[in-house]
């Protein structure tokens, strides 16, 4: 192993005296091109143009002498420290940070960013950066080539966001420009570059109080504690409305049923889940509360006007689609998670046709759930199911204690995750 081994960020100001020193003594430097161009690497040092970290990794392991390895800004967040540091190599490192790549791009913005999320493409992860995008009012973007800022507009196409694309961040060719999502995909960018995706009706509701807890958003109204709420948290519950396929159909699910819903679907950041037959939007307000990104899909527009009301007062973004049947979730983007609340076998299988890993149904009779059963096992899935039926507890007189109320309407509740 070597001697030494000192990873520097730079950020593309002047070294700092320890890094110079680092670096004086090298004898190996690895780093991308233009660092290796750019900085005062010793004559007789071995270059090493970092492409794959793991393959330096080991070079810098069979390696004698005194080691550098040139990161941008801050190379312990996402960055070439986590490899380095893996058992396999053995490397023991000295890090010299400089300001990472994200904190500056929030600073060329001008804007605070202890509330925003920060994700990184690589690894294939584009689709879920997207979904944290459609979540979240504000996401720094770690991209890749063939992961940036044009493949990333196109992956939201149809959700209006400003992007703020910083290329260079540090050199001679730093630029920093401010487009709408929509005429992101028109222009040719150069990496590296780090992306601000801002926007959506949450970023409006958020105060400027100061927050505490970095990546999470402070000040919107309604951040009440806890999920499955009672059906009164929300505008619209428990009123009825024609729900495509259900007629008379309550808008909002029951919280029992929408806890167990919740379980089944296991939203998390990254996931996208179709929320279909949504009424009100109880159960996508809280899906999207564990930090989703969610399309709520509703027949009615009374319905997606007040679901949009709910969305906005618990701070979280909820796209609404007007439409009914299977037709209208062909221009939808994947999902990772699904729930049919209402709509029939017609659409229980339109859904299953799109392959998320989870999928929920409230089927209204036996009849249907036999039927939804039989989709969901014959489209690949484990199913099971259960009927939820909840009596509640009601006062007796004054301090006399609790009695059993009358019985409400049981619940069907049906899923399945994909057979792996």
Not at 39 to 64: D, Y
Not at 299 to 314: D, F, H, I, K, W
Not at 365 to 372: G, M, N, P, R, S
Request: hydrophobic share 45%; aromatic share 4%.
């Amino acid at each position: 192993m070597a001697d030494r081994i000192t990873v520097i960020g730079w950020d593309g100001t002047p070294l700092t005296e320890a890094a110079g020193a680092a670096l004086a003594a090298a004898t190996l430097v690895a780093g991308a091109p233009y660092q290796l161009n750019a900085l005062p690497v010793p004559e007789a040092a071995e270059r090493l143009t970092l492409g794959s970290i793991r393959e330096a990794a080991r070079r810098i392991a069979e390696h004698r002498g005194a080691a550098v390895v040139v990161a941008e800004g801050d190379p312990g967040f996402f960055g070439v420290v986590r490899t380095l540091r893996r058992p396999e190599f053995g490397l023991e490192l000295e890090v010299l940070p400089a300001v990472s790549s994200v904190a500056t791009a929030f600073a060329r913005a001008g804007m605070p960013w202890e509330d925003a999320q920060v994700v990184s493409v690589h690894g294939g992860r584009l689709r879920r950066a997207a979904n944290i995008c459609r979540a979240h009012p504000k996401v720094a973007v770690l991209t890749a080539p063939g992961a940036g800022p044009a493949e990333l507009a196109l992956m939201l196409r149809g959700v209006h966001r400003t992007f703020v694309v910083c290329e260079a961040l540090g050199t001679p060719d730093e630029d920093v420009t401010v487009l709408t999502s929509d005429r992101i995909a028109d222009h040719v960018w150069r990496d590296p570059n780090v992306v601000l995706v801002i926007g959506g009706a949450a970023q409006s509701a958020v105060t400027e109080a100061a927050g505490w807890l970095a990546g999470r958003p402070v000040g919107y109204p309604g951040a009440e504690r806890g999920w499955a709420l009672p059906g009164d948290a929300y505008a619209g519950a428990g009123r009825v409305e024609g729900a495509p396929g259900a007629p008379g159909a309550p808008e909002s699910l029951p919280a029992h049923v929408r806890a167990l819903v919740l379980a089944r679907l296991g939203a998390r950041p990254g996931d996208l889940v179709w929320s279909v037959g949504a009424g009100s939007g109880a159960l996508a307000v809280e899906a999207a509360r564990f930090g989703a990104a969610v399309v709520a899909v509703e027949g009615s527009r009374s319905a997606c006007a007040r679901l949009t009301v709910n969305a906005r007062r618990y701070g979280v973004e909820v796209e609404a689609v007007y439409g009914s049947g299977p037709e209208v979730l062909g221009g939808l983007p994947e999902p990772d998670a699904a729930v049919v609340e209402s709509g029939g076998l017609d659409v229980v299988r339109a859904v299953l046709a799109r392959r998320p890993e989870r999928f929920v149904a409230l089927p209204r009779t036996l009849a249907e759930a036999e039927e939804v059963r039989r989709a969901i096992d014959g489209a690949g899935y484990r199913a099971d199911g259960a009927l939820l039926q909840a009596t509640p507890l009601r006062p007796v007189g004054e301090g006399d204690g609790l009695a059993l109320g009358a019985a409400g309407t049981g619940a069907l509740v049906l899923w399945g995750e994909q057979i792996v």
